[in-house]
């Protein structure tokens, strides 16, 4: 209910195993300006003319699912997919269930690190950490 009534602003980070393009071309991908990122009600500076948004969207159990993301840096590792670690940062519009990990596996291909659910099983278990996903505030 918080999340409908965008009483909630969440922004979390995430370090995804391959290389994450900052601006993606997939059936269910937009790439969007701050400006019309605020306008679909989500908490980022309208006035920032720099910063360019990926826009996941799509149905998850019956509920639009909406998230918009963008790389924050590229780091190289012999342990990755493609021997590349994306840091992102993504702030989700609705709330759904493993909605950021969903997206990030299923429309991309680039699960979070440490993901046993929508990675791969021994990919997850390669780097020996937990989930690399965090909450910024």
């Known amino acids: 209910r ?3 009534q965008r009483i909630v602003r969440k922004t979390y980070a995430a370090i995804v195993n391959g290389k994450l393009e900052e601006e993606v071309t997939a ?7 701050s ?4 306008e679909l009600g989500v908490d980022v500076d309208p006035n920032d003319l720099t910063t360019r948004w990926q826009v996941a969207h799509d149905v998850q159990e019956g509920k639009e699912a909406l998230t918009v993301w963008r790389v ?5 590792s012999a342990k ?8 992102v940062e993504l702030k989700p519009k609705t709330g759904r269930k493993h909605q950021l990990r969903r997206h990030l596996a299923w429309n991309y291909g ?3 690190v440490g993901d046993t659910t929508y990675g791969d099983l021994y990919d997850a278990k390669r780097f020996g ?5 965090t909450s910024c505030h």
């Open 35 to 38: 400006q019309e990122t605020y």
């Open 129 to 133: 950490r937990g989930l690399m996903l």
């Open 2 to 4: 918080q999340f409908e």
């Open 80 to 87: 990755a997919k493609d021997g590349i670690l994306t840091l």
């Open 72 to 76: 924050l840096k590229h780091c190289p």
């Open 110 to 112: 680039c699960p979070i």
């Open 27 to 33: 059936d269910n991908a937009t790439t969007i300006s």
